[in-house]
């Protein structure tokens, strides 16, 4: 079997930065978000850098393989789309929960952000079984990636390590680790990223993240709009000392800075990757017999391997690796991972979706929509949380809507007004929607005061709502109902 394909040095290519992405030197390939391309109209640029030999890898952000409810059929088949169109050799997504589980009562509700799921068995039984249908759907390897996180679940059962190795033993499933996220777990959960990475079978690694963030009063934010600090390249050179990975990529997402700055954080990474001459050099896979379900051929028609199926193959983990299941996980022995994966289908595994999809969606309501904490989270980390959930969701619908600041008297007087409407608002369908409902919102309440600016509003949401804006009186009765509600 092939080994892994080498990637080398990335960059993720963003609209806003095309043209510095195109112009950078030594640039061995790039990643892209997936929902933001469509496959029969690539972006000039990236057919450009195609066509130069620079690969591009898509990164999904909706799949949500961590939340309670299988995967979405038409999400998998678009991820997939997206690979062949771009020749990629895998697709990456996280591990992650995103939205409100079917088996949830109300409304359905999104977080628009990347939430941690909790380390126990059930949530693990949940995301084995979605990662396996992802894998039986997509036409490349599958790799994910573990999510910075602002909070932790209460009774977690597994560390990181033994969740991330568990979860690479049962369904062969790659690993893209993003030393970012490590550190920024470090400081905001006491976890060591020296012991995650000696914890997990890096054997499994496709390739590596690197972004900046900022710590503000004793809580780190994974912003990937600052410069890459030095403590995270020291996470990348703590990995680079245990595995040569096959490929790192910057991450930049907002605060773009000039060509040559992003070409200096490249070199900087270049120089970490440098390294011990101790490092050892990037094994191949070898699928053992009665591995966790793969997609073997196309793995190796890509010229990526097949995850192993024990931690004792993992190469450099040495002797404190993390064992396969946690000591008080109720004496499950050797044999508990597959002993599980027999006994956790068919209606014993909806039972145990129902359980993490209740216990996801009391966290995510009390995140975006203000109901009570659930018992055991931190009360002001998720406070921390949902204030920073609500600063994204303004980002981004600013983004996508960038007349809005401009109609309601510049960015202070527009954010002001979106956190306001956003309290008791959650989203439920998406940012252009979002910002649709936003300027609803505002007209119902006849805002903004200034009759010109009102009359720019409507206009603007007339014209993608594509109808007319609600009367007078329908606004008043809106009104009447919100203020019950």
Same mark, same amino acid.
């Given at each position: 079997?092939?080994?892994?394909? *080498?990637?080398?040095?990335?960059?993720?290519?963003?609209?806003?930065?095309? +043209?510095? &992405?195109?112009?950078?030197?030594?640039?061995? /390939? &790039?990643?892209?978000?997936?929902?933001?391309?469509?496959?029969?109209?690539?972006?000039?640029?990236?057919?450009?850098?195609?066509?130069?030999?620079?690969?591009? !890898?898509?990164?999904?952000?909706?799949?949500?393989?961590?939340?309670?409810?299988?995967?979405?059929?038409?999400?998998?088949?678009?991820?997939?789309?997206?690979?062949?169109?771009?020749?990629?050799?895998?697709?990456?997504?996280?591990?992650?929960?995103?939205?409100?589980?079917?088996?949830?009562?109300?409304?359905?509700?999104?977080?628009?952000?990347?939430?941690?799921?909790?380390?126990?068995?059930?949530?693990?039984?949940?995301?084995? =079984?979605?990662?396996?249908?992802?894998?039986?759907?997509?036409? &490349?390897?599958?790799?994910?990636?573990?999510?910075?996180?602002?909070?932790? /679940?209460?009774?977690? =059962?597994?560390?990181?390590?033994?969740?991330?190795?568990?979860?690479?033993?049962?369904?062969?499933?790659?690993?893209?680790?993003?030393?970012?996220?490590?550190?920024?777990?470090?400081?905001? +959960?006491?976890?060591?990223?020296?012991?995650?990475?000696?914890?997990?079978?890096?054997?499994?690694?496709?390739? &590596?993240? !690197?972004?900046?963030?900022?710590?503000?009063?004793?809580? /780190?934010?994974?912003? *990937?709009? *600052?410069?890459?600090?030095?403590?995270?390249?020291?996470?990348?050179?703590?990995?680079?000392?245990?595995?040569?990975?096959?490929?790192?990529?910057?991450?930049?997402?907002?605060?773009?800075?000039?060509?040559?700055?992003?070409?200096?954080?490249?070199?900087?990474?270049?120089? !970490?990757?440098?390294?011990?001459?101790?490092? !050892?050099?990037?094994?191949?896979?070898?699928?053992?017999?009665?591995?966790?379900?793969?997609?073997?051929?196309?793995?190796? =028609?890509?010229?990526?391997?097949?995850?192993?199926?024990?931690?004792?193959?993992?190469?450099?983990?040495?002797? $404190?690796?993390?064992?396969?299941?946690?000591?008080?996980?109720?004496?499950?022995?050797?044999?508990?991972?597959?002993?599980?994966?027999?006994?956790?289908?068919?209606?014993?595994?909806?039972?145990?979706?129902?359980?993490?999809?209740?216990?996801?969606?009391?966290?995510?309501?009390?995140?975006?929509?203000?109901?009570?904490?659930? =018992?055991?989270?931190?009360?002001?980390?998720?406070?921390?949380?949902?204030?920073?959930?609500?600063?994204?969701?303004?980002?981004?619908?600013?983004?996508?809507?960038?007349?809005?600041?401009?109609?309601?008297?510049?960015? $202070?007087?527009?954010?002001?007004?979106?956190?306001?409407?956003?309290? *008791?608002?959650?989203?439920?369908?998406?940012?252009?929607?979002?910002?649709?409902?936003?300027?609803?919102?505002?007209?119902?309440?006849?805002?903004?005061?200034?009759?010109?600016?009102?009359?720019?509003?409507?206009?603007?949401?007339?014209?993608?709502?594509?109808?007319?804006?609600?009367?007078?009186?329908?606004?008043?009765?809106?009104?009447?109902?919100?203020?019950?509600?």
């Amino acid at each position: 079997m092939k080994p892994m394909a *080498h990637l080398g040095v990335g960059i993720g290519w963003r609209p806003e930065i095309a +043209r510095a &992405v195109e112009a950078l030197p030594g640039l061995d /390939w &790039v990643e892209v978000v997936a929902e933001n391309i469509c496959p029969g109209h690539l972006p000039e640029s990236l057919l450009r850098l195609l066509e130069r030999g620079v690969r591009v !890898v898509p990164h999904g952000v909706s799949l949500g393989l961590g939340g309670a409810d299988r995967p979405d059929p038409a999400k998998l088949a678009a991820l997939g789309e997206r690979a062949v169109a771009l020749g990629a050799p895998l697709v990456t997504e996280h591990i992650a929960f995103v939205r409100t589980s079917s088996v949830a009562p109300g409304p359905a509700l999104e977080a628009g952000h990347l939430l941690p799921v909790a380390r126990t068995r059930d949530a693990l039984d949940v995301l084995c =079984e979605n990662v396996r249908i992802a894998q039986d759907a997509l036409p &490349v390897p599958l790799a994910l990636e573990n999510i910075a996180a602002l909070l932790s /679940w209460p009774g977690e =059962e597994l560390t990181e390590g033994q969740f991330l190795t568990e979860l690479v033993e049962r369904t062969g499933v790659r690993l893209l680790i993003d030393v970012a996220n490590l550190h920024t777990n470090r400081v905001n +959960r006491g976890e060591d990223p020296a012991a995650v990475l000696d914890g997990i079978p890096l054997e499994a690694l496709a390739y &590596v993240h !690197v972004a900046g963030g900022v710590e503000r009063g004793g809580v /780190w934010h994974d912003t *990937h709009a *600052h410069p890459v600090p030095r403590v995270v390249l020291d996470v990348l050179a703590e990995l680079r000392a245990r595995v040569e990975p096959a490929g790192v990529l910057l991450e930049r997402d907002d605060d773009f800075p000039p060509e040559g700055e992003l070409a200096g954080e490249l070199d900087a990474i270049r120089g !970490v990757l440098g390294g011990p001459a101790g490092a !050892v050099p990037y094994p191949p896979f070898h699928r053992s017999p009665g591995a966790a379900r793969t997609r073997a051929s196309n793995a190796g =028609e890509a010229g990526i391997g097949s995850a192993p199926t024990s931690a004792s193959n993992a190469g450099g983990a040495g002797p $404190d690796s993390a064992p396969t299941s946690a000591p008080d996980a109720g004496g499950a022995g050797p044999d508990s991972a597959s002993t599980r994966d027999s006994n956790a289908g068919g209606a014993g595994l909806d039972s145990v979706r129902t359980r993490v999809g209740l216990g996801q969606a009391a966290l995510l309501s009390a995140l975006v929509a203000g109901t009570p904490v659930p =018992e055991g989270f931190d009360r002001q980390r998720v406070r921390i949380q949902a204030r920073a959930l609500s600063a994204k969701r303004a980002g981004v619908v600013a983004r996508l809507a960038p007349e809005l600041p401009g109609i309601l008297g510049g960015q $202070d007087a527009y954010r002001e007004a979106f956190l306001s409407y956003a309290r *008791h608002r959650p989203m439920a369908a998406g940012y252009q929607r979002d910002a649709l409902d936003f300027a609803e919102h505002l007209l119902i309440r006849d805002l903004p005061a200034d009759p010109a600016a009102r009359r720019r509003l409507t206009l603007w949401w007339q014209d993608r709502a594509g109808a007319r804006p609600p009367r007078r009186a329908v606004r008043w009765a809106r009104a009447l109902v919100g203020r019950a509600a």
